[in-house]
Nanobody, 124 residues
């Protein structure tokens, strides 16, 4: 059993910033990567940022490069997403994800490794 909990969503004006935080826990759980996915209106859910502890590898979707920064603590299984220069198209539900893996060119994680999500709304 893995518990993934996010916090930090909210309403912000375009150009503003928000910081999302997440912690994953479980009696026998340990992470090798953590990340954030989002569901925006009219689009498929996409991974926007991932950090892999080994080698300090990070991935960013093209739509957020240069604006979002992911960081975390592997010992505590925590991850943070700093979102700057937010745009109305960033509006959506953001999910913290534990142990996402890359299969070919797509990221994937088991359903039970997703948090419940936190709403981010960017007004124009």
């Amino acid at each position: 059993q893995v518990l993934v909990e996010e916090s930090g969503g909210g309403l912000v004006q375009a150009g503003g910033s928000l910081r999302l935080s997440c912690a994953a826990s479980g009696r026998t759980f340990s992470s090798y990567s953590m990340g954030w996915a989002r569901q925006t209106p009219g689009k498929e859910r996409e991974f926007v940022a991932i950090i892999r502890w080994r080698g300090s590898f990070t991935y960013y979707a093209d739509s957020v490069k240069g604006r979002f920064t992911i960081s975390g603590d592997s010992a505590k299984n925590t991850v943070t997403l700093q979102m700057n220069s937010l745009k109305p198209e960033d509006t959506g539900v953001y999910y913290c994800v534990a142990n996402p893996e890359l299969y070919g060119s797509k990221w994937y994680a088991a359903d039970n490794y997703y948090g419940r999500g936190t709403q981010v709304t960017v007004s124009s």
